[in-house]
């Protein structure tokens, strides 16, 4: 596993805002054993199957919150309310938010040249200079770092540092387009947002997102996971589906590590 950062948040939520717009809505917002919204979850709330967590929140305040199905397969751990999920590249609007926060407060420019801060980004001889605000943006036409990881030699579930990633960016001699030309989605533009973030402030990302938005919002049980031999209570299993049913452990699952192959691989054109 490489040590690209992502969150774990306790809960997925549903949110609503005051009344309901329409009596279908109304009848979906009806809770407890003879609710529909929990029909609609029903084929996830079974001993045999991953599940998911559901939250509610009117005017500010939770309404209904409730888990379906299991947290983990292999121990027979039920999935509930106060379970906590890897949410993968959701992460990536926390990652904008601190790097928006630290506009705000004037510690760097949205504008800024990327090279200003992270000197090791190579010199295209670019007419658009690659900005912060195009790796927010993602179109700072940056090769994806998974994907020249796995031309590396790496695999999906192999562990590799932040300094590795760095070395393997600074080679790069050419870009997807000129900046600012198209959008791409970019890993690498995330993973160096949280490099910046390290930089300005020397802290990690981590620390920095707990002082600056977690924490503010009582968001305890939620943060930037940077460690993989960190324990997290109360952790739920990634789960993926087999072709003739069951279930294997995401991590491992080789067909989706394929997909991805094929859909990314245009970024190294």
Not at 10 to 19: A, D, I, K
Not at 153 to 180: C, K, V, W
């Amino acid at each position: 596993m490489h040590r690209s950062m992502f969150a774990l948040v306790p809960l997925l939520c549903l949110v609503g805002c005051g009344g309901s717009p329409n009596a279908e809505l109304d009848g979906l917002l009806r809770f407890g054993p003879d609710g529909e919204i929990d029909a609609v979850l029903a084929a996830y709330d079974s001993a045999e199957s991953p599940g998911c967590a559901l939250g509610v929140i009117e005017n500010g305040d939770f309404v209904y919150q409730r888990g379906y199905g299991m947290a983990n397969l292999e121990h027979g751990i039920p999935l509930n309310a106060d379970s906590v999920f890897r949410i993968g590249s959701v992460s990536k609007q926390f990652t904008a938010m601190v790097i928006l926060l630290l506009d705000e407060a004037g510690g760097l420019s949205l504008d800024d040249d990327v090279r200003d801060v992270l000197a090791y980004v190579p010199d295209y001889g670019l007419t658009n200079t690659i900005t912060i605000r195009r790796l927010l943006h993602h179109t700072s036409a940056l090769r994806d770092y998974l994907v020249l990881m796995r031309l590396g030699g790496f695999r999906d579930e192999d562990f590799y540092t932040d300094a590795q990633i760095i070395e393997m960016l600074s080679r790069q001699a050419h870009l997807n387009f000129e900046p600012g030309a198209e959008h791409l989605y970019s890993n690498t533009g995330y993973f160096l947002l949280g490099q910046i973030v390290e930089a300005v402030t020397g802290q990690s990302l981590r620390d920095v997102a707990r002082e600056l938005i977690f924490r503010p919002l009582g968001m305890d049980n939620t943060h930037f996971h940077n460690n993989l031999a960190h324990i997290v209570e109360r952790r739920a299993s990634g789960y993926a589906p087999l072709g003739g049913g069951g279930d294997r452990l995401r991590d491992f699952d080789d067909q989706s590590r394929d997909d991805r192959r094929r859909w990314r691989v245009h970024d190294c054109q």
